[in-house]
T-cell receptor, first 112, second 113 residues
């Protein structure tokens, strides 16, 4: 079993839809969780990060962490064509290792 | 701009060539990373430097040789590569002990012919 599982998609939605992107992980010691967005032919850019279980909101984006289920989500409200990209989740143990472990990324397509 | 700059952005090289990729971070971070990203594959961690010391080498072939002369600069020296080494090579940096999220450069798109 991989440490971080993420469905590669593609996930295709109409403009304005609510998008839910998810990752599951196997190591309960992960403490720090991040979401990156990567446009085609660009490097990943950090969208959001969180330490704790619960929700964190930033504009149209909400990151959710459920440590008991080892499950993290990124919700995008009112999705736009400009949100079309690959979204990667990442997580860090902190204790013992600071190196992020990445999911394989989910390709999102928002069509007008 | 993310504060991590990679050059060149694109590189085409023959299998017998020697070339180097350069990464510079302007964020004051103390850790730097090389990742390989191939089509339809997850990010592959190649090397990690913490305070200029190499702390990780993920079974990377010796035709890839990293160099970290200081905490702001990271190089990846390439020689006798194979076509399957064609990929996007990403540099990242982070601050160990502080906010630990990694910031990436735009990558070097490498094609080996």
């Amino acid at each position: 079993q991989k440490e971080v599982e993420q469905d590669p998609g593609p996930l295709s939605v109409p403009e304005g839809a609510i998008v839910s992107l998810n990752c599951t992980y196997s190591n309960s010691a992960f403490q720090y969780f991040m979401w990156y967005r990567q446009y085609s032919r660009k490097g990943p850019e950090l969208l959001m990060y969180t330490y704790s279980s619960g929700n964190k909101e930033d504009g149209r984006f909400t990151a959710q962490v459920d440590k008991s289920s080892k499950y993290i989500s990124l919700f995008i409200r009112d999705s736009q064509p400009s949100d079309s990209a690959t979204y990667l989740c990442a997580m860090i143990l902190l204790r013992g290792s600071y190196i992020p472990t990445f999911g394989r990324g989910t390709s999102l397509i928002v069509h007008p | 701009e993310t504060g991590v700059t990679q050059t060149p952005r694109h590189l085409v090289m023959g299998m017998t060539n020697k070339k180097s990729l350069k990464c510079e971070q302007h964020l004051g971070h103390n850790a730097m990373y090389w990742y390989k990203q191939s089509a339809k594959k997850p990010l592959e961690l190649m090397f990690v430097y913490n305070f200029k010391e190499q702390t990780e080498n993920n079974s990377v072939p010796s035709r890839f040789s990293p160099e970290c002369p200081n905490s702001s600069h990271l190089f990846l020296h390439l020689h006798t590569l194979q076509p399957e080494d064609s990929a996007l090579y990403l540099c990242a940096s982070s601050q160990v002990g502080g906010n630990t999220e990694a910031f990436f450069g735009q990558g070097t798109r490498l094609t080996v012919v």
